[in-house]
């Protein structure tokens, strides 16, 4: 194993989560259980360079447009809000965007449309997956599906190049990929993979290819091409923690240069 | 609480060769330290600067680089 040494750190106060960070246009955002967005240069050692207060009751998601200055949050009061860092005020928006607590983001690269996936709550039968146009200055929803999932959408992502497949992952075992082009929501699904494990985070791992890993840390590639309309692995990897040597997985970040997928996985001994 | 001896987090390539997708084993990346006892929630890379950022339950987000 080749190891990487540490060079610099950026601390919030105790008690406080960051719960995930994202590249930039020129540099890095976060968001923090103190219900920040946090804004930095390459060079952490300076710190935040803008630390902007969220309203989302609690903050779950940012994604960042393409490796863009435009960042989108949203949280469990159902609302998106869209930010450009290059403005003084960097609030754009913030609308209402589904009816529930919102678990799941994604953005398409042009800054077209998002994407928002909702708990399951106690005492109610449905989540959504709804669509939003975020052009101009009133968002438009264009679409909302109900059946797709039973139970919590915990990821949505875009395909790379047709921004109208839609992949989402749930709590239900299932990854599902949607052609929001269809009006119909009976006839949205274009394919379903059954991994039959909650789904923690899924995606595209090339344009042809995605990949589900389970809340259990198991690992699959299935393939979007149409003689794999059954939805079966085509690469199942089983649990990752023997094969990683690693007590949990954190997540999976696609590789820019089309070359595959990063797995980061920690392990305490 | 639990004190572990070990506290590492690993980056694995997962790459297409000849139209399978495999797991570069050998190649992988240690960040040892990592954060702490604490979990860690995400990280990104710039591959053309050779830097990795970690964020962690411990409230921290870390840069991290080859050499030392």
């Keep these: 194993m080749y190891n990487l040494t540490q060079v610099a750190e950026s601390a919030f106060p105790n008690d406080t989560y960051v719960l995930d960070l994202h590249r930039t246009a020129d540099g890095l955002v976060s ?100 669509i939003w146009d975020v052009r101009g200055n009133t968002p438009s929803k264009l679409q909302q599906y109900v059946e797709v999932h039973s139970d919590d959408i915990t990821e949505l992502k875009f395909h790379p190049a047709q921004p109208n497949l839609l992949l989402s992952g749930s709590t239900d075992g299932l990854v599902n990929v949607c052609d929001t082009n269809i009006a119909d929501e009976d006839e949205v699904i274009v394919q379903t993979f059954n ?75 | 609480m639990i004190v572990f001896s070990k506290q590492l987090f690993t980056l694995t390539h997962l790459s297409k060769d000849n139209q399978a997708w495999s797991l570069d084993q050998s190649g992988r990346v240690g960040l040892p330290g990592a954060h702490g006892d604490e979990i860690v929630r995400g990280f990104c890379f710039l591959d053309e600067q050779q830097l990795v950022f970690t964020c962690g339950e411990d409230g921290k987000i870390k840069a991290w680089r080859p050499g030392g």
Excluded at chain 1, 62 to 67: D, R, T, Y
Excluded at chain 1, 70 to 94: E, F, M, P, S, Y
Excluded at chain 1, 234 to 260: F, H, M, W
Aim: with cysteine; charged share 20%.
């Design chain 1, 31 to 130: 968001i923090s259980s103190d219900q920040h967005l946090c804004q930095y240069s390459l060079d952490l050692s300076q710190g935040p360079l803008r630390r902007l207060t969220t309203n989302h009751e609690n903050l779950t998601q940012v994604k960042v447009v393409g490796h863009s200055s435009i960042v989108c949050t949203a949280g469990t009061n159902g609302t998106t809000a869209i930010w450009d860092l290059r403005k003084d005020v960097a609030k754009v928006a913030q609308f209402v965007s589904a009816d529930a607590p919102i678990l799941s983001l994604a953005c398409d690269g042009t800054a077209n449309s998002i994407a928002v996936g909702t708990e399951l709550e106690e005492g109610k039968h449905q989540v959504s997956i709804s």
């Design chain 1, 195 to 269: 991994h039959d494990a909650s789904i923690h985070h899924a995606g595209f791992l090339s344009l042809s290819d995605a990949f589900a890993l389970s809340h259990d840390e198991r690992f699959a590639v299935y393939s979007l091409a149409e003689e794999h309309t059954t939805g079966t692995a085509v690469v199942d990897y089983g649990d990752l923690r023997p094969k990683l040597e690693c007590q949990y997985v954190a997540n999976i970040t696609i590789k820019t240069d089309g070359s595959g997928a990063i797995i980061g996985a920690g392990a305490h001994e």
